[in-house]
């Protein structure tokens, strides 16, 4: 069994404009010690997916449906209570900027305190000399001082260093990185990602990769999934995804960054705007965008299919080559509704 | 810390500049009056007619006439006698009924603090719900109405018509009403503050990690949002203080509260203008003095702020 | 050979499955086509999205028609009302013939009048009763609506033009000028306002009727004057401040960078990028300015300081009721209800304004 199972999950923000569909039946599993990426623009839905599994979701938003199932508790609909256990203590999450993460009212150690006492039975002293074990986990140099600082003492990745060690205070089963290193310098941002890999190797940590720098995914992750206007297009292996992508917005991504390799390939941006997730249109979501978009992408969202053991992908144009294999049987006549 | 010591060094001295120019304003307009402030009026009498002679030597030239009268108001606490009230230094007069007013002024920005506080973290934890609704309808409203209004509608209703209340603020209970009708606006006003603030505190970054590190709904509230949704309720209490001590002005008038703002508005009504110096003084140094130490303050609590702004 | 096996493994795993197509479906799709799908909402003019915002704003749609009324009212209906605000009735030449007028309740009729009315005569009711003078009371909070919200509006005024001037003045040059001239506006600023209105309202009130003798600005009054003159001296300050952040602050801005960097005239990034981004900001705070004024106003004339009688405003109405407070509750009720209710309306009207045109101070 998986130690995380992502089903059908579904999350809206309800505001006065109408709902806005920021995850729509969004389904995958992690293992224990593996890395998932996600991978896709702003606003894909990706932090909103973690948030979700969370349930850290702010005002006005909301599951509307489907299951995340960790270690076979199901966490839809469970208590305000098991949730908060089960954050900070099985789950943990990183955000993105670091400058805006930590209370600015409180000192390092204060926070790091709170979150080692809130689920283990450590004394004050205890949890000082864990914090202090902790920061010298993620190469914090100086810890005694840390501890006495404010957060605003502090350089970006120093406080994301102090966020990844709160993050593991109580050695979670899974950490989420949502964009850990898109707000930090280049040379930062190696280090943190070092910090990561070393800590998942040491804890067995399992870490959802949450980044829209596929450099980063290529570095660090077992799976990747490709998300559009909330929903998973293209799921499969790293290698799956950079050598051998089938979804055309795969392939727009993979063409639109500089690779280090073929330097004199000329970089091809994705046109156009993301969609209106208030409106969603009728297809195929990336229909709009996508150059060798066909009459069915317009009319109807493509089922996810499987190509190999490992890569899945939603695509018409994936259906096509494989009609055209002879592995889907057309029939003239009228199309089914999308469900 | 010595950043901070640069900042408080210059806002004390800031502070004694502008306690300086109340002074000097506060003397050559009120020179400004036809005849002087000292002896404008004919009924004054000769026995303080001599006691001013003597004391700032009124056929002196005006600049002389000053530095005796900022001497000692910086020396002795001296504001001279009163015009009107036979025999009395201003300064008592002050002192007595400033004793009648702290206690006043002091209960009713406490309860308006702690009201505040409360009644706006209520109404950001409910957001939009019925009790949130109600909450900034009320303060919507007494936002809305001056405190002499408050106070002739409270003294109409509870005292005239009911009866509940004395309408006399030196009688037993009578102060109830007077601080209840001091507190209504800056309470009304700190709980739309406090909401408003709580509510972008809720939605900041580090209130999202506290959740995520598996902090209970309470423990977000009152100890990761409220320190910081508390800040902009300090910046406040300068004004506030302003608004009491000005608001105690008409509401002493209304519930014949015998303090010092009441003497204040009957000295202006009699024209006592040595009275009336001296008080506009004497209210003016403590709220530059308060609004100082609040600004400090602040900055104590905020571990954000640089000091070199 | 090797093709083929690459082909095999790319759809290794997949499952074969039966589908019902148009046969149009795998035909490629204009970009006509695509744009109709691509449905984003319409996007709109700053001014035109913050109108649209703020007539969906019930409350301050509301605040909006109210003052709009009293507003009406306060200009108009002095012009047909058959009573004036200083016509005593009953008094004929100083000497008072019928004291039955004073003291009427609402819709009571003098002595005089009933004879009238006994004759078949049609005489024009006293909506609101009468004063302790036998003055008509509608009349008199008619016009001292009209005084509360002239003195509020222009005060705002005086306090807009100063601050503008000034905040632009040190924004605009910044260094040294900005230096000296903001640490003037600190001084300023930590002196007590409302105690340096009384005590200039004070000496205004002694000296001021002599200057303006028979001047033009005698009919305004010399403490209405007084009033402006205090608010043009010192109210100014926060609207200075304002003014200057925003200069400052959107000259540093990266858009205007942007604007800049792209070539943009100096033309160009003031009325495209400047001004819609301070002018709203301004313009709101102006209007939350004017309830400012009106509470200031009417607290002078409840302490004896503001307009001179006969005048009303609103504040000396309610603070003459306090004496009859036993017998005629309805002469503090109705000045007091005015003052709420318009100073309600602009706070409201105010907020409506900010949430539907400043985006950034929303909450």
């Known amino acids: 069994m998986a130690l995380l199972e992502v089903n059908n999950l579904r999350t809206s923000f309800f505001t006065q404009a109408g709902e806005v569909r920021a995850v729509n039946d969004v389904s995958f599993s992690l293992d224990r010690g593996k890395v998932l990426g996600i991978v896709g623009e702003s606003g894909s839905g990706k932090s909103v997916t973690a948030y979700s599994i969370m349930q850290i979701l702010t005002h006005p938003g909301r599951i509307v449906g489907g299951s995340v199932k960790f270690d076979g508790q199901e966490l839809v609909g469970a208590s305000k209570e098991e949730m908060r256990k089960i954050r900070g203590k099985k789950i943990s999450i990183i955000f993105q900027d670091p400058m805006t993460s930590l209370n600015p009212v409180y000192t390092i150690g204060n926070q790091m305190r709170e979150a080692i006492m809130l689920h283990t039975k450590r004394n004050k002293k205890q949890a000082t000399e864990r914090a202090l074990e902790l920061l010298r986990m993620v190469n914090v140099n100086e810890p005694e001082k840390r501890l006495k600082q404010y957060p605003h003492e502090l350089s970006g990745g120093m406080r994301q260093r102090v966020m990844i060690a709160m993050a593991i205070a109580c050695e979670p089963d899974i950490l989420i990185a949502d964009e850990p290193t898109t707000a930090l310098d280049v040379t930062i941002q190696a280090q943190i990602l070092e910090v990561m890999q070393n800590l998942q190797k040491e804890l067995g940590l399992a870490i959802i990769m949450i980044t829209h720098d596929l450099g980063v995914i290529a570095q660090l992750c077992d799976e990747v999934i490709v998300m559009y206007a909330g929903k998973i297009c293209e799921r499969g292996t790293a290698d799956d995804i950079f050598y051998q992508p089938l979804h055309e917005y795969t392939k727009g991504l993979l063409a639109s960054i500089p690779g280090a390799d073929d330097d004199d390939k000329p970089l091809v941006p994705i046109a156009g705007t993301p969609v209106d997730l208030l409106n969603l249109p009728q297809g195929c979501f990336f229909a709009p965008r996508c150059k060798n978009a066909m009459k069915i992408c317009l009319r109807k969202y493509p089922q996810m299919c499987q190509f190999t053991e490992t890569h899945h992908s939603s695509c018409w144009m994936n259906i096509k080559e494989a009609a055209d294999e002879g592995l889907v049987t057309l029939t003239e006549g009228e199309e089914s509704a999308n469900e | ?309 | 050979m090797e093709d083929n096996n690459k082909k095999m493994n790319r759809f290794g795993s997949f499952r074969p499955f039966s589908l019902q197509l148009n046969t149009d479906a795998f035909l490629k799709a204009s970009d006509d086509e695509k744009a109709q799908q691509d449905r984003m909402r319409p996007s709109t003019t700053f001014f035109r999205d913050g109108v649209k915002r703020f007539s969906k704003n019930w409350v301050a749609m509301t605040s909006l028609v109210i003052i709009v009324i009293i507003t009406l009212s306060a200009i108009f209906i002095p012009m047909f009302w058959p009573y004036t605000y200083d016509n005593m009735s009953g008094v004929a030449q100083g000497q008072v013939v019928d004291s039955s007028y004073n003291n009427l309740a609402p819709f009571e009729y003098g002595a005089t009048e009933l004879a009238k009315i006994e004759a078949g005569e049609k005489v024009f009711p006293h909506v609101f009763g009468t004063d302790s003078h036998g003055r008509d009371y509608f009349i008199r909070v008619v016009y001292g609506t009209r005084v509360s919200l002239a003195v509020g509006f222009f005060a705002s005024i005086i306090v807009l033009i100063i601050g503008m001037f000034y905040g632009a003045v040190s924004g605009y040059f910044g260094g040294k000028v900005d230096l000296i001239m903001m640490r003037f506006v600190d001084i300023i600023y930590s002196l007590p306002d409302m105690l340096v209105i009384i005590l200039l309202s004070v000496v205004l009130k002694q000296i001021l009727p002599d200057l303006i003798a028979g001047t033009p600005l005698e009919t305004i009054g010399s403490n209405v004057i007084s009033m402006f003159i205090v608010f043009g001296l010192l109210y100014w300050v926060s609207m200075s401040r304002l003014v200057r952040g925003q200069i400052l602050s959107l000259r540093e801005q990266e858009f205007v960078l942007a604007a800049r960097s792209i070539g943009a005239s100096g033309k160009h990034i003031i009325t495209k990028h400047l001004l819609p981004n301070c002018v709203s900001v301004i313009f709101i705070s102006t209007a939350l300015q004017i309830p400012n004024a009106i509470f200031t106003e009417s607290y002078l004339s409840f302490l004896g300081l503001g307009v001179s009688a006969p005048m009303p405003s609103l504040g000396s109405l309610a603070s003459d009721a306090l004496s009859g407070i036993y017998s005629y509750s309805h002469r503090l009720i109705i000045p007091a209800v005015v003052i709420c209710l318009i100073v309600l309306s602009l706070n409201l009207l105010g907020d409506g304004l900010r949430d539907a045109f400043d985006p950034k101070l929303k909450n």
């Open chain 2, 1 to 309: 810390m010595s950043k901070m010591f640069l900042y408080v060094l210059k806002r004390v001295l800031l502070g004694l500049l502008a306690i300086f120019i109340i002074i000097t304003v506060t003397f050559f307009v009120m020179h400004a009056v036809p005849g002087g402030p000292f002896l404008s009026e004919k009924a004054v009498t000769p026995a303080v007619t001599a006691a001013l002679e003597a004391k700032y030597g009124l056929d002196k030239p005006l600049g002389e006439q000053y530095l005796t009268y900022l001497k000692d108001i910086i020396l002795h606490f001296d504001f001279g006698p009163s015009l009107k009230n036979r025999g009395r230094d201003v300064i008592d007069i002050m002192t007595d009924g400033f004793k009648v007013s702290a206690k006043l002024g002091g209960t009713a920005a406490i309860c308006a603090i702690f009201g505040g506080l409360t009644l706006g973290s209520i109404a950001a934890i409910f957001r939009n719900k019925f009790i949130d609704r109600i909450i900034m309808i009320i303060t919507t409203a007494f936002v809305a109405m001056p405190s002499f209004i408050i106070g002739t509608l409270f003294l109409m209703f509870f005292c005239v018509k009911l009866g509940w209340f004395p309408a006399n603020g030196d009688a037993a209970g009578g102060t109830i009403l007077p601080v209840i009708t001091l507190m209504l606006y800056p309470m009304s006003y700190i709980t739309r503050l406090t909401r408003s603030s709580m509510l972008d505190v809720l939605g900041q970054d580090y209130v999202r990690t506290a959740r995520a590190k598996g902090v209970g709904n309470m423990g977000v509230i009152f100890k990761h949002a409220l320190k910081n949704a508390c800040l902009p309720v300090v910046t406040y209490a300068g004004p506030m203080l302003a608004f009491i001590v000005t608001g105690s002005l008409v509401v002493e008038q209304i519930f014949a509260v015998p303090g010092i703002g009441r003497r204040f508005v009957s000295s202006i009504i009699n024209r006592d203008y040595t009275m009336i110096m001296g008080t506009t003084i004497f209210l003016a140094v403590l709220i530059i003095v308060m609004t100082l130490l609040c600004d400090i303050i602040y900055k104590l609590v905020d571990p954000r702020i640089d000091f070199d702004k």
